[in-house]
């Protein structure tokens, strides 16, 4: 069979499924598969497929065709144009997450200052082995409550030749801390914040990730405010929380906080918050 060919079939399939990205998925399945860029398979378009090559694509397919979302198919996943391997143990690594990015770029202009940031429920690890990617002298303290979520992140930092400069502990949020770490000017998170209730309407895809990072099991803020009620005491004096959120929005600060500064995406669509130390 021609790739031609065994694209179009595999399309068909996929939008029998419901899947509605059906010819992107496809070609990145299949750019997996045979070890091909998107060019290689135009200009191979009336080649034959190998026939082990077709049978591991048709494998992935039968995959999608349940769901399955394509980065755990393929291991991988893009963000902030950096390469991360991916498993059904760590959430995957969304574009709406760079405006998190963005948001400590522009907070913090000197990239060449020894910043010291704390990422809580690092997952993957994308949020802090980008931020070491973009801070060349800072040092990172990254948490998680899941040993096997910690195992990625640090095979991931490895991968990047930045794990000397990230600390990854393993515990629930702030309390993963050693005793005696020392204060951050950072602290920042996407942390679970689908509501309990509204995880019975999200899409199917998401049903394959890990639950625990996608909701608190209450109103998607109780994370958030836990975060509030823990933090102070972990931040430089002015130091900031930076969270993002989704529909359910952000909790109103505490005392110590003053209010939160929202950031959105292009659309005008509420991302995240940012809560400061008055003091």
């Given at each position: 069979?021609?790739?031609?060919?065994?694209?179009?079939?595999?399309?068909?399939?996929?939008?029998?499924?419901?899947?509605?990205?059906?010819?992107?998925?496809?070609?990145?399945?299949?750019?997996?598969?045979?070890?091909?860029?998107?060019?290689?398979?135009?200009?191979?378009?009336?080649?034959?497929?190998?026939?082990?090559?077709?049978?591991?694509?048709?494998?992935?397919?039968?995959?999608?065709?349940?769901?399955?979302?394509?980065?755990?198919?393929?291991?991988?996943?893009?963000?902030?144009?950096?390469?991360?391997?991916?498993?059904?143990?760590?959430?995957?690594?969304?574009?709406?997450?760079?405006?998190?990015?963005?948001?400590?770029?522009?907070?913090?202009?000197?990239?060449?200052?020894?910043?010291?940031?704390?990422?809580?429920?690092?997952?993957?690890?994308?949020?802090?082995?980008?931020?070491?990617?973009?801070?060349?002298?800072?040092?990172?303290?990254?948490?998680?409550?899941?040993?096997?979520?910690?195992?990625?992140?640090?095979?991931?930092?490895?991968?990047?030749?930045?794990?000397?400069?990230?600390?990854?502990?393993?515990?629930?949020?702030?309390?993963?801390?050693?005793?005696?770490?020392?204060?951050?000017?950072?602290?920042?998170?996407?942390?679970?914040?689908?509501?309990?209730?509204?995880?019975?309407?999200?899409?199917?895809?998401?049903?394959?990730?890990?639950?625990?990072?996608?909701?608190?099991?209450?109103?998607?803020?109780?994370?958030?405010?836990?975060m509030l009620e823990s933090s102070p005491r972990w931040?430089?004096?002015?130091?900031?929380?930076?969270?993002?959120?989704?529909?359910?929005?952000?909790?109103?600060?505490?005392?110590?906080?003053?209010?939160?500064?929202?950031?959105?995406?292009?659309?005008?669509?509420?991302?995240?918050?940012?809560?400061?130390?008055?003091?």
């Open positions: 069979m021609t790739t031609r060919q065994l694209l179009q079939l595999a399309r068909a399939h996929l939008q029998g499924a419901g899947v509605d990205s059906a010819r992107v998925d496809a070609d990145v399945l299949l750019m997996h598969c045979w070890n091909k860029s998107r060019t290689e398979l135009i200009l191979l378009s009336a080649s034959t497929v190998p026939e082990a090559v077709q049978q591991s694509f048709h494998e992935l397919i039968l995959r999608r065709c349940q769901h399955e979302p394509v980065a755990y198919l393929t291991g991988h996943k893009e963000f902030w144009s950096l390469d991360f391997l991916v498993n059904s143990s760590v959430l995957i690594p969304r574009p709406e997450t760079e405006h998190l990015i963005e948001t400590v770029l522009r907070m913090c202009p000197d990239k060449l200052f020894p910043w010291r940031f704390c990422e809580i429920g690092t997952g993957s690890g994308c949020i802090a082995i980008t931020l070491a990617s973009e801070f060349p002298r800072a040092q990172i303290v990254a948490t998680d409550i899941s040993a096997d979520a910690l195992v990625t992140a640090r095979i991931n930092a490895e991968i990047h030749q930045l794990a000397e400069r990230i600390s990854f502990q393993q515990g629930h949020l702030l309390d993963a801390l050693p005793a005696n770490e020392q204060p951050f000017h950072l602290i920042v998170s996407n942390p679970p914040y689908v509501s309990a209730v509204e995880m019975d309407s999200l899409e199917i895809d998401l049903s394959f990730e890990p639950r625990s990072a996608l909701t608190d099991e209450a109103d998607g803020m109780s994370l958030i405010r836990e931040l430089y004096s002015k130091g900031s929380l930076i969270v993002e959120t989704g529909p359910c929005g952000l909790p109103p600060s505490p005392l110590a906080f003053a209010n939160p500064v929202t950031y959105a995406d292009l659309a005008e669509k509420l991302r995240g918050g940012i809560y400061t130390l008055k003091s």
